[in-house]
């Protein structure tokens, strides 16, 4: 079994996570630790699920909640890099549209850079959804 493995980095001011291996009923509770711990500080996060090849709905919780969490507390998480299996996952129950869901990388980062100079584009169907 290929156990999930964590590597992070900063650049620009994000926090960018690179996830590898499953993210599944045994590993989603590091990756839900460290988003919650991520909560408590301000400022930007990525999650690159590059190297993530299996996600179960544990792993889908721990991004959730890690999602609801880093946001409640004024941070932002965008989430990139998925493979086709875990996108189809997320769209099966709509996840996709309140997660923000980026192709690459540069694309999350761009995301950061376009809300400072339009900060309430593409926050009003989220934060709708969310309610």
Do not use: K, W, Y
Not at 13 to 41: F, K, N, T
Not at 104 to 119: G, I, K, W
Request: no cysteine; hydrophobic share 35%; glycine share 10%.
């Amino acid at each position: 079994m290929i156990r999930m493995r964590m590597d992070q980095e900063e650049r620009n001011g994000v926090r960018i996570l690179h996830d590898s291996g499953r993210v599944d009923l045994l590993e989603a509770p590091e990756l839900r630790q460290r988003l919650l711990g991520l909560a408590g500080q301000p400022g930007r996060t990525i999650v690159s699920l590059a190297g993530v090849d299996f996600v179960d709905s544990s792993g889908l919780g721990a991004l959730l909640n890690g999602f609801r969490s880093i946001e409640r507390s004024g941070g932002q998480l965008r989430i990139t890099d998925l493979s086709r299996p875990v996108r189809a996952l997320l769209q099966l129950p709509r996840l996709d549209a309140l997660l923000p869901l980026h192709e690459t990388l540069e694309e999350a980062m761009q995301s950061f850079e376009s809300m400072e100079t339009n900060p309430h584009d593409g926050d009003t169907e989220r934060s709708e959804t969310r309610r």
